[in-house]
């Protein structure tokens, strides 16, 4: 709290530097940093630099210090970008997008968490039932989507591996009615193969290191991530992630508070040990045929997703061929192609089990029995937090949907920017923020 105080250093907005060089920048950035300033302000833009540290300027405070206030009235901070959007929202009854871009790394992951928690302090005045279990409920959603859509990687405890786009819908009053959230690009590659120094998702850990022994005997495993080929590579990687010792009880939690019943929650985590075990099934060619070396893992499989034992057999080692004249047929897989199987199986189920995921969350959270006629307009603030920009050694079709996703944003930072300064010098001037390639709010305008 002490730059609410007073106290800054260098530059609180690079429109103030003196001279506009690469140089300047780094060095009034870095001069900040060193201070503790983790935000800078490039106009109405927040760049933010991740501390890979706790830092105490989250709390109901520093809330208090932002809540209404005008954007350069306190120090730069991702509240201020967030009341800027709440407020805007408010007075004009326009849909607002906050676009959080970056690097992989750079903290875009937990902007969000703090943007959605500033919301929901700040709309906290009704102390209604909906509205308070609406805000809860988004808030819970972040916890659940972490579990199954992020993992460690090289630059990253806690890596989103997925494109999420969350609405957030407001009543005339600004109270949160609901939500709906989008998820885009789910690196399902990861299922069944990570980076060396990576891992997998954090569910599969999370299960396999936290879950009861009554579920991992339901389940039929063992706490050693060593033991399955899909999470061997990233047993001995260590996440200092806090949110991961808890896990999966804070998981389960959190799916509770949801709506998820009960068998719901088994199942999803009965899906998420059919796909350890189907990892480690293994196949075995004679010259003729291919054979399944080790059944005592298919009949799990089989148990787990409650399906026959033989079905599974013949899906691994059978694919269905239709020919040009309407003739279907199964043909048999040679033992490379059962293994190509066996994977797009899994990635498959991982993928559908996480998109199941998001829109049960979605049927919860969607808005319900909402009339304007009643009720006025629902507005929108939108945040959308998707990968940084990724750069391996090794880099697969998943790096170049990432890196144009993020180059056609920029795209559009620098298209917006520049027509609201040549309205600015044609005396047009609208009350427009334009989404950054960092942090900003925008209004999603008709034309």
Known sequence: MAELEGLEFGKSDFVLLDEVTMEQFVENLKLRFEKGRIYTYIGEVVVSVNPYREMDIYGKETIEAYRGRELYENPPHLYAVADAAYKAMKRRAKDTCIVISGESGAGKTEA????????????????????????????????????????????????????????????????????????????????????????????????????????????????????????????GAAVSSPQQVNAPRTVMSALGVIGFSQDEITSIYHILAAILLLGNVQFESDGESVQIQNLEAVNHIAELTHTDPESVCRTLLYRTVATGGGEVFDKEHTEQDACFGRDAFAKALYERLFCWIVNRINSVIEVKNYDPALHGKNTVIGVLDIYGFEIFDNNSFEQFCINYCNEKLQQLFIELILRQEQEEYQGRVRPVFAPSGLLSPCFLDSH
């Open 112 to 235: 969000s968490k703090y943007i959605m928690q500033y919301i929901a302090a700040v709309t906290n005045e009704s102390q209604r039932a909906e509205v308070e279990s609406v805000k809860n409920v988004l808030l819970k959603s972040n916890c659940v989507l972490e579990a199954f859509g992020n993992a460690k990687t090289n630059r990253n405890d806690n890596s989103s591996r997925f494109g999420k786009y969350m609405d957030i819908n407001f009543n005339f009053n600004g109270d949160p009615t609901g939500g709906h959230i989008n998820n885009y690009l789910l690196e399902k590659s990861r299922v069944i193969q990570q980076q060396d120094g990576e891992r997998n998702f954090h569910s599969f850990y999370q299960l396999l290191r936290g879950g009861s022994d009554h579920m991992l005997e339901s389940c039929h495993l063992q706490n050693d991530p060593a033991a399955y080929v899909y999470t061997r590579e990233g047993a």
